[in-house]
């Protein structure tokens, strides 16, 4: 019996595992090589082209002999080394992942500069469709993603759906017929209300429905006045309580006051032309407006202010197209840029920075060629999802956005074209209506993954040239190191390099530039980062909260800011030999504060001997900079001052009264500046 069960296991692995490569004779790849769970990167695997995870639950072992090219791309996945990972210089790497070393080394080759070498990870993977029995024109999700509105064409009845959705399945719960095409439906951002705008025609255009999760119950309608008033979006602002109304003549754009559930008092302006579509601001003061191609403005900004209800143009631009799609991007740095999709079949997709009474068009690429129905930012600002008519290239397309610059992610080939695409409100998921009659979900791939860090565990990295790290943090776990090699780590805002709890980190020969806030920091007290011969160069007041230094050789601190060590641990300045044995090497430690720089001890628990020297070859060196204390007492070590420096300490103590843990000072030469309360216990 056990014989038959462990035959089971080994033949399921061999079925949904493979080795890329073989283990005996060289197989040189030279296209992207697909990483599923459980493959393997054979001993003579020669990647030409790199590799790619294909999902961040991917978990796969490099076991390769020879040096890696191409682009390398993680996706969040976790990649266990059995060898040494070499890059050579035509390397890139796109997305981090889960490394786990086994204590091998990863070297990065001298091109790379930047890591990973594109911002964000902006792909979907499909999940559902469902036949909805007619085109549809519009989805949306209710405020927990639980379920989809739709809005169909007026063929078949019921123009008006709602689906519920598991995660997994797409289930049809109710629907209502308006008698004609339902254009638009949004729901409100908190509660289970549903706005819907349909066709002009006999009775109401506009509706409010309640949703119990079983059935809709009419709250409320509006008829706009005849067949010209056909309502092609409806939009509520970020707190419910109005809705936008994007429709034909007259009163091309209108906006009610909906905070009781019914349509309560209105205002409207007379545009050029049709209004196509609208959307909101972060914070619900502007709205953006796209109309029919006119030979005028086709993209208008208006102040909506309330008590009593007004709008206000307050910018506008010619686009020469008709503007089917505005979506107004609503998170910081980018919540002044809003996309438009048209149908100018030479460039559809455009971006606009709005400020006070202008809109500048931001350049990008790449360029789209189809016209856009329907676009969309995600929840983050910085995944954009478009639909597009009928083509060759894929109607939904996903592109990622920082810095001004917008990068294709990937795309969706649907096979008829796509009206509507919206997110989750959670930004896990993606839906899409089209011509096809199907409703459609798909996974954001990021959405289950922590993407704002990466583990690394006992990993040695070694660079070979200066290089950024942004926007996905690293974590180091176990026994790791970074071997600079007397190159430059630039910290972006985005990116932090932390330490995990009980793990210890080198940095050695390296430089560390854009050093703020809490960039370097433990995520336990016992988090320990052992320094050799490094330079935080600080950008801004730096503040060390977790974990310990332990330093080996020198440790500069440069720039002229604080660098504020407030963690409640002892950080060590080594002076002499780890252990016992004949071979084992001897660390000089030294605290250098450069000229303009300030090193700040304030621990959170007062205590004065958090900063401790091992030796007398142990140093605290003043090199032109500043030393500041609470209550800070130093023993045993040398105490340097060269330039112009400056103490300023509430309580600093040289000695503790016994000759064995004696002080040595040296300021020859120096202008020492001290102030505050300096105490001798030197004997």
């Given at each position: 019996?056990?014989?038959?069960?462990c035959?089971?296991?080994?033949?399921?692995?061999?079925?949904?595992?493979?080795?890329?490569?073989?283990?005996?004779?060289?197989?040189?790849?030279?296209?992207?090589?697909?990483?599923?769970?459980?493959?393997?990167?054979?001993?003579?695997?020669?990647l030409?082209?790199?590799?790619?995870?294909?999902?961040?639950?991917v978990?796969?072992?490099?076991?390769?002999?020879?040096?890696?090219e191409?682009?390398?791309?993680?996706?969040?996945?976790?990649?266990?080394?059995?060898?040494?990972?070499?890059?050579?210089?035509?390397?890139?790497l796109?997305?981090?992942?889960?490394?786990?070393?086994?204590?091998?080394?990863?070297?990065?080759?001298?091109?790379?500069?930047?890591?990973?070498?594109?911002?964000?990870?902006?792909?979907?993977?499909?999940?559902?469709?469902?036949?909805?029995?007619?085109?549809?024109?519009?989805?949306?999700?209710?405020?927990?993603?639980?379920?989809?509105?739709?809005?169909?064409?007026n063929?078949?009845?019921?123009?008006?759906?709602?689906?519920?959705?598991d995660?997994?399945?797409?289930?049809?719960?109710?629907?209502?017929?308006?008698?004609?095409?339902?254009?638009?439906?949004?729901?409100?951002?908190?509660?289970?209300?549903?706005?819907?705008?349909?066709?002009?025609?006999?009775?109401?255009?506009?509706?409010?429905y309640?949703?119990?999760?079983?059935?809709?119950t009419?709250?409320?309608?509006?008829?706009?006045?005849?067949?010209?008033d056909?309502?092609?979006?409806?939009?509520?602002?970020?707190?419910?309580?109005y809705?936008?109304?994007?429709?034909?003549?007259p009163?091309?754009?209108?906006?009610?006051?909906?905070?009781?559930?019914?349509?309560?008092?209105?205002?409207?302006?007379?545009?050029?032309?049709?209004?196509?579509?609208?959307?909101?601001?972060?914070?619900?003061?502007?709205?953006?407006?796209?109309l029919?191609?006119?030979?005028g403005?086709?993209?208008?900004?208006?102040?909506?202010?309330?008590?009593?209800?007004?709008?206000?143009?307050?910018?506008?631009?010619?686009?020469?197209?008709d503007?089917?799609?505005?979506?107004?991007?609503?998170?910081?740095?980018?919540?002044?840029?809003?996309?438009?999709?048209?149908?100018?079949?030479?460039?559809?997709?455009?971006?606009?920075?709005?400020?006070?009474?202008?809109?500048?068009?931001?350049?990008?690429?790449?360029?789209?060629?189809?016209?856009?129905?329907?676009?969309?930012?995600?929840?983050d600002?910085?995944?954009l999802?478009?639909?597009?008519?009928?083509?060759?290239?894929?109607?939904?397309?996903?592109?990622?956005?920082?810095?001004?610059?917008?990068?294709?992610?990937?795309d969706v080939?649907?096979?008829?074209?796509?009206?509507?695409?919206?997110?989750?409100?959670?930004?896990?998921?993606?839906?899409?209506?089209?011509?096809?009659?199907?409703?459609?979900?798909?996974?954001?791939?990021?959405?289950?993954?922590?993407?704002?860090?990466?583990?690394?565990?006992?990993?040695?990295?070694?660079?070979?040239?200066?290089?950024?790290?942004?926007?996905?943090?690293?974590?180091?776990?176990?026994q790791?190191?970074?071997?600079?090699?007397?190159?430059?780590?630039?910290?972006s805002?985005?990116?932090?390099?932390?330490?995990d709890?009980?793990?210890?980190?080198?940095?050695?020969?390296?430089?560390?530039?854009?050093?703020?806030?809490s960039?370097?920091?433990?995520?336990?007290?016992?988090?320990?980062?052992?320094?050799?011969n490094?330079?935080?160069?600080?950008?801004?007041?730096?503040?060390?909260?977790?974990?310990?230094f332990?330093?080996?050789?020198?440790?500069?601190i440069?720039?002229?800011?604080?660098l504020?060590?407030?963690?409640?641990?002892?950080?060590?300045?080594?002076?002499?030999?780890?252990?016992?044995?004949?071979?084992?090497?001897?660390?000089?430690?030294?605290?250098?504060?450069?000229?303009?720089?300030?090193f700040?001890?304030?621990?959170?628990?007062?205590?004065?001997?958090?900063?401790?020297?091992?030796?007398?070859?142990?140093?605290?060196?003043?090199?032109?900079?500043?030393?500041?204390?609470?209550?800070?007492?130093?023993?045993?070590?040398?105490?340097?001052?060269?330039?112009?420096?400056?103490?300023?300490?509430?309580?600093?103590?040289?000695g503790?009264g016994?000759?064995?843990?004696?002080?040595?000072?040296?300021?020859?030469?120096?202008?020492?500046?001290?102030?505050?309360?300096?105490?001798?216990?030197?004997?």
């Amino acid at each position: 019996m056990k014989v038959v069960v462990c035959f089971l296991l080994l033949y399921t692995v061999s079925i949904f595992s493979v080795d890329i490569g073989s283990d005996t004779a060289v197989t040189r790849f030279n296209t992207q090589q697909i990483v599923e769970d459980g493959d393997r990167i054979a001993g003579f695997a020669s990647l030409a082209a790199g590799f790619l995870f294909n999902n961040p639950q991917v978990t796969g072992d490099f076991d390769c002999f020879f040096p890696v090219e191409g682009d390398v791309s993680l996706r969040f996945g976790i990649l266990q080394l059995n060898q040494d990972l070499i890059f050579h210089n035509n390397f890139s790497l796109s997305t981090l992942g889960n490394i786990v070393g086994n204590s091998h080394v990863i070297e990065l080759s001298s091109n790379i500069d930047c890591i990973p070498n594109t911002t964000t990870f902006c792909s979907v993977t499909f999940l559902d469709t469902i036949d909805t029995g007619d085109d549809v024109f519009s989805v949306d999700w209710n405020a927990d993603g639980s379920f989809i509105a739709i809005g169909r064409d007026n063929n078949k009845g019921n123009e008006v759906q709602i689906y519920s959705w598991d995660g997994t399945t797409l289930t049809l719960i109710t629907g209502v017929s308006l008698g004609q095409d339902v254009r638009s439906v949004s729901w409100h951002p908190t509660l289970d209300r549903l706005a819907v705008g349909r066709y002009g025609g006999k009775g109401s255009e506009l509706y409010l429905y309640s949703f119990n999760g079983v059935t809709l119950t009419l709250l409320d309608s509006v008829s706009l006045g005849g067949t010209a008033d056909d309502v092609n979006e409806v939009a509520f602002d970020p707190s419910g309580d109005y809705l936008a109304v994007a429709k034909g003549a007259p009163f091309e754009l209108l906006v009610y006051d909906v905070s009781a559930g019914t349509f309560g008092s209105s205002v409207g302006v007379n545009l050029a032309d049709h209004a196509l579509s609208v959307g909101w601001d972060s914070i619900g003061n502007f709205l953006v407006v796209g109309l029919d191609l006119h030979g005028g403005t086709e993209l208008q900004v208006y102040e909506f202010t309330t008590g009593p209800l007004a709008l206000t143009l307050d910018a506008s631009t010619e686009i020469g197209a008709d503007v089917n799609a505005v979506d107004w991007n609503k998170v910081s740095p980018n919540s002044d840029v809003i996309a438009i999709g048209t149908d100018l079949l030479t460039d559809a997709l455009m971006l606009f920075r709005y400020s006070t009474g202008s809109l500048t068009e931001i350049p990008i690429t790449p360029v789209v060629t189809t016209e856009i129905n329907s676009l969309q930012w995600r929840i983050d600002g910085v995944c954009l999802a478009i639909g597009m008519e009928s083509n060759t290239a894929g109607e939904i397309r996903i592109f990622s956005f920082e810095n001004d610059d917008l990068t294709f992610e990937g795309d969706v080939e649907v096979g008829s074209a796509t009206n509507s695409v919206r997110w989750s409100r959670s930004g896990s998921y993606l839906a899409s209506g089209d011509d096809a009659n199907d409703l459609e979900t798909y996974q954001f791939d990021a959405a289950f993954v922590d993407t704002s860090r990466v583990l690394f565990s006992d990993v040695q990295l070694y660079l070979n040239g200066d290089v950024t790290f942004r926007d996905t943090s690293i974590v180091f776990s176990g026994q790791s190191s970074i071997h600079g090699r007397g190159n430059t780590i630039t910290l972006s805002p985005t990116f932090s390099l932390l330490v995990d709890e009980d793990g210890s980190l080198l940095l050695q020969d390296l430089i560390i530039k854009g050093v703020s806030e809490s960039k370097i920091r433990g995520l336990d007290e016992r988090s320990t980062f052992s320094l050799l011969n490094t330079e935080f160069e600080l950008d801004g007041d730096y503040t060390f909260t977790e974990g310990k230094f332990d330093i080996l050789g020198d440790f500069t601190i440069s720039g002229t800011h604080t660098l504020n060590y407030t963690a409640e641990q002892q950080s060590i300045i080594r002076g002499g030999a780890f252990s016992s044995e004949e071979c084992s090497p001897i660390y000089c430690g030294s605290l250098i504060v450069d000229e303009g720089a300030t090193f700040s001890y304030v621990p959170a628990n007062n205590l004065a001997t958090l900063l401790s020297m091992e030796s007398e070859i142990s140093k605290i060196v003043l090199n032109g900079g500043n030393l500041h204390a609470s209550t800070l007492e130093l023993t045993n070590g040398t105490f340097q001052a060269f330039g112009r420096s400056t103490i300023n300490a509430e309580s600093l103590t040289f000695g503790d009264g016994t000759q064995e843990n004696n002080l040595c000072i040296d300021i020859k030469g120096a202008q020492l500046e001290v102030s505050g309360n300096l105490i001798n216990n030197n004997v």
